[in-house]
C-alpha cells in the first residue's frame, strides 16, 4: 500500500548539501523533508577511506549557521570529525531527515512533483535533488578489463592498506583520490603500487589548501557572470592538493606515475611497448557522474547528460533545483563550505515561486 504525503518542498539526499539546503529552508519557515538512502547521517563522507581527512581545517571546512569545531591534534580534520559534525548539525537544527528512504523517481503530478520513495510518495511544490555523485562511480572501459582474473575495486570500495598487504597493487587515476590512495598504499611499505595517470600529475603548490581553492573557484564564477574571459579556476593550478601524505610518499620518491597501459591482461596489465606488470589487484580512481537516475522521468538531460541549469534551477522545470554536483550547479558546491550560497540562492528562489 502506497502512503501518500503533502509538503512545501522535498529534498532528496541528506548528506551536506542536503543539510544546508534544510537550514535555509528552516528559516524561510517552509514545510519540508530529507528523505536520505543511508541509515545514518553522514552522507558520502561515512563511506570514505580511513585515512582521509579535509583539505581545509576546519574553521574554513563548515556548513551555514555552524562552524565545525576544530579536532584536537589535527589542523585538516579526519572524515570521522566531519560525519559527528554532520550528525550534530542534522540534530542542532532540528532538520526532518528521514534516513533508510530510497527516492526512486520524481515525476510531474497534478500541479506538484511525485516524490516516490520505497512504498511512499510525497506530492510537493518544489524539490531539491542533493544526492551527489558518490553512488555513482565511473569506470573507464579500456581493453581487456573483463579479462582480468585479480580484484578490481573502485574508490567508493577502498578503505586502508591492510586490506591490501603483500600484493601487488596497480592505482589508476591522476585526480586527489588516485594520489592519495596511491600515497596511502605506498607509505605503508607492504604493498607494491604502480601509480598510472592520463597525463603527467600536476601538483597544486604545497601551500595550497581547500581555503585558496575555494577563492579561486569563486572568482572564476565571479568572472564569468561579468562577462570576463575564463580564468581557469582551479584546474589552471593543477589537478592535486598537496596534502601532507601526498607530499611524504611524492618527497620520498614513491609517487612517480606511468603513462595509462594499453590493456589489461588476465594477470597484470600491458603498456604500450609490449612489456607487462603483473597485479593482483586494480583500484581505479577514475572519478564519479552526477546520481541523477531519480530526475529521468522528467526528462530534462541535455546532450552531455547534465541537466540544464541557470543557477541551481533546472531550465526545463522551475520547482526543480540541483545542489551540490559542482560548479555547473554553483561554484564549489560540491565542497561543504561551497555549498552554502547556492543552498541559500537555491532556497530563496524557491520561496519566491511558492509565495507568488
Not at 596511491?182 to 604502480?194: F, I, K, N, P
Not at 531519480?294 to 522545470?317: K, Q, V
Request: net charge neutral; charged share 20%; aromatic share 6%.
Amino acid at each position: 500500500m502506497t502512503v501518500r504525503h503533502s509538503t512545501d518542498v522535498v529534498v532528496v539526499g541528506g548528506g551536506q548539501a542536503g543539510l544546508a539546503a534544510g537550514y535555509h529552508l528552516r528559516r524561510q519557515r517552509l514545510d519540508f523533508v530529507i528523505l536520505d538512502a543511508d541509515p545514518t547521517p553522514g552522507g558520502s563522507w561515512q563511506h570514505m577511506w580511513d585515512s582521509l581527512h579535509l583539505f581545509s581545517p576546519a574553521e574554513h571546512s563548515s556548513l551555514p549557521g555552524r562552524l565545525m569545531p576544530a579536532q584536537t591534534g589535527e589542523t585538516y580534520p579526519s572524515t570521522g570529525h566531519v560525519v559527528d559534525y554532520l550528525a550534530d548539525y542534522e540534530k542542532r537544527y532540528d532538520l526532518p531527515v528521514q534516513h533508510s528512504t530510497s527516492v526512486d523517481a520524481v515525476r510531474r503530478g497534478a500541479g506538484r512533483l511525485l516524490v516516490e520513495a520505497d512504498s511512499e510518495t510525497w506530492r510537493a511544490r518544489a524539490v531539491i535533488s542533493a544526492t551527489g555523485t558518490w553512488s555513482r562511480p565511473f569506470l573507464p572501459a579500456l581493453p581487456g578489463r573483463s579479462a582480468f582474473t585479480g580484484e578490481q575495486l573502485h574508490t567508493v570500495s577502498y578503505r586502508s592498506p591492510a586490506d591490501f598487504t603483500g600484493q601487488r597493487v596497480i592505482v589508476v587515476g591522476g585526480g586527489n583520490s588516485g594520489a592519495q590512495i596511491a600515497a596511502d598504499l605506498a607509505l605503508d611499505g607492504h604493498v607494491e603500487v604502480t601509480w598510472v595517470t592520463q597525463r603527467p600529475p600536476r601538483f597544486l603548490p604545497d601551500d595550497i589548501d581547500g581555503r585558496a581553492l575555494f577563492d579561486v573557484a569563486t572568482a572564476r564564477r565571479r568572472a564569468l557572470d561579468a562577462g570576463r574571459s575564463d580564468t581557469g579556476g582551479v584546474a589552471s593550478l593543477g589537478d592535486i592538493v598537496a596534502v601532507p601524505p601526498v607530499r611524504a610518499a611524492r618527497d620520498a620518491g614513491l609517487l612517480t606515475a606511468k603513462p595509462v597501459f594499453s590493456r589489461l591482461t588476465a594477470d597484470g596489465v600491458q603498456w604500450p611497448d609490449g612489456s607487462h606488470t603483473g597485479a593482483d589487484t586494480i583500484i581505479w580512481c577514475t572519478g564519479f557522474r552526477p546520481a541523477l537516475a531519480h530526475l529521468a522521468p522528467l526528462n530534462l538531460r541535455g546532450a552531455r547528460g547534465h541537466i540544464p541549469t541557470d543557477g541551481t534551477r533546472a531550465l526545463g522545470e522551475p520547482r526543480l533545483h540541483l545542489l551540490g554536483y559542482g560548479d555547473w550547479t554553483g561554484p564549489a558546491s560540491a565542497t561543504l563550505i561551497g555549498v552554502g550560497r547556492p543552498a541559500r540562492n537555491a532556497v530563496g528562489e524557491i520561496a519566491h515561486l511558492l509565495r507568488s
